[in-house]
């Protein structure tokens, strides 16, 4: 439960420091990092199998049973409450055959039935029932549970798994140092769950965490969010794997701007620098942004909660392959809100984040022409940007490393139930196999 307190609101910029204005500007990595489907598989060990990957709120939990499932790099998996109020996060996977036990993107069963064979899991991915499996000898049910993904439900009842199954995997307080001490300043208690969408876009997961690590793109690519917020506050601080966006709020109403300029024809290029003013009516309206500072987390790689006063919301940045993503949106409105209210923010969020989609399609067209390598970025303005590259480098270095010293690849996420012998004999065959290459007889060929 949310600790928050009703005074409790998010908190101002903090004040700038003399140490910022000394910090050096640094190349961003190189652009094939951008547009390489084997970059990609390797972050998919470096990175995402060692995060803490935000799923969704506590509170689309109602009863035990109801289960939402996702799909992540191919890793497929559901959370469920179970009968003794956790929530806890399986792979969707039936240990007899690989069948997937949940067929649906939601639902509710205290008893999950796998359609193949019947195989069925309570809520605690025990298994059940096996058919005809009663006097098999040798055969353990409590061996054949469901695979369990490590999850953590914050303070706040925000809901992440992480998919590291080693004995190095970071506990969540370690990963993500402070980030519930941060969220405390906003009340989630006080949000009901309200709608949620997608995009599909054609651009690289980077592309989309570098916008959305900066507003130095603000004062020209978001107008809206341009007026709710006073633009040259916006700062963002790295934490703990996580950032900390800050912006002062406008108090005063929005004035309602009409643009009857059209910016093909009356640019300075068409126009000859005569480019039509925007003419301002009369009428003003609230501040869709709400009546308090917003309070702003990216969190380390792919997710991020924003807070606002009449709403707060979620995205979830999905890698499909390295040109292509999906973003997915929860929105959560403040209990009480009328349908009006609840359409004008959710308005002003999908302008502002159709802005960033925009940009995004647009950019990842000329990473992927081959003549962009790197860019020089702001210390101060992309401080954001140079902060989750630079962990993006780091996890991606020092697990290339392991590799190298190891000698094959290294997957984190793996399963690690034991085999039996012939199942460990078999995969070391198919080990050698896979060594050998496309043409085993330029490696000498196979030894029977």
């Known amino acids: ?207 989309l965490m570098d916008g959305y690590q900066e507003c130095y793109h603000c004062p020209t690519a978001h107008p809206g969010l341009n007026q709710a917020f006073k633009m040259e506050t916006y700062k963002v601080v790295p934490k703990g794997n996580y950032c900390r966006h800050y912006a002062k709020i406008v108090q005063e109403e929005i004035p309602i701007i009409e643009d009857n300029a059209d910016p093909d024809q009356e640019s300075s290029w068409f126009g000859f620098g005569k480019k039509k003013q925007a003419t301002e009516k009369v009428q003003k309206k609230a501040n869709p942004g709400g009546q308090f500072n917003g309070l702003w987390c990216y969190l380390f790689p792919t997710n991020g909660i924003n807070c606002y006063s009449p709403a707060w919301y979620s995205i979830r940045v999905l890698p499909i392959s390295a040109k292509r993503t999906i973003l997915q949106y929860d929105i959560y409105a403040k209990k009480g809100a009328t349908e009006e209210q609840k359409k004008e923010f959710v308005d002003f969020l999908q302008q502002v984040e159709l802005e960033d989609y925009n940009l995004c399609e647009a950019t990842q067209k000329n990473l992927n022409n081959g003549i962009y390598n790197t860019g020089y970025l702001h210390p101060l303005k992309e401080r954001g940007v140079l902060y989750y590259q630079g962990i993006v480098r780091d996890m991606v270095k020092k697990h290339y490393a392991l590799e190298q010293e190891n000698g094959s690849i290294i997957n984190p996420a793996a399963l690690t139930a034991k085999q039996n012998a012939d199942a460990e004999e078999l995969e070391k065959i198919c080990a050698g196999i896979e060594c050998m290459g496309s043409n085993p007889a330029e490696q000498g060929g196979l030894e029977w």
């Open 1 to 207: 439960m949310s600790v928050a307190v009703e005074s409790a609101q998010p908190s101002a910029p903090p004040p700038d420091l003399e140490s910022d204005k000394l910090l050096p500007g640094v190349h961003t990595l190189p652009a094939s990092w951008w547009v390489s489907d084997k970059v990609l598989d390797f972050e998919k060990r470096a990175i995402f199998a060692k995060s803490w990957l935000f799923c969704l709120h506590k509170s689309r939990f109602t009863k035990a049973g109801d289960y939402f499932a996702f799909n992540f790099l191919g890793w497929n998996f559901f959370l469920i409450k179970t009968k003794g109020g956790e929530i806890k996060a399986f792979h969707n996977i039936c240990r007899h055959r690989a069948f997937p036990v949940v067929r649906k993107q939601q639902g509710s069963s205290t008893i999950l039935g796998c359609k193949y064979h019947g195989w069925s899991y309570d809520t605690n991915g025990l298994l059940k029932k096996a058919p005809h499996f009663e006097n098999i000898e040798g055969f353990d049910p409590t061996a054949n549970s469901l695979y369990e993904i490590k999850t953590h439900t914050s303070r706040q009842g925000l809901v992440f798994v992480n998919f590291d199954n080693t004995e190095n995997f970071t506990p969540f307080e370690e990963f993500f140092a402070g980030l519930e001490n941060e969220m405390d300043e906003f009340d989630f208690d006080d949000y009901d769950y309200h709608m949620s969408y997608e995009l599909d876009g054609q651009f690289n997961w980077k592309t």
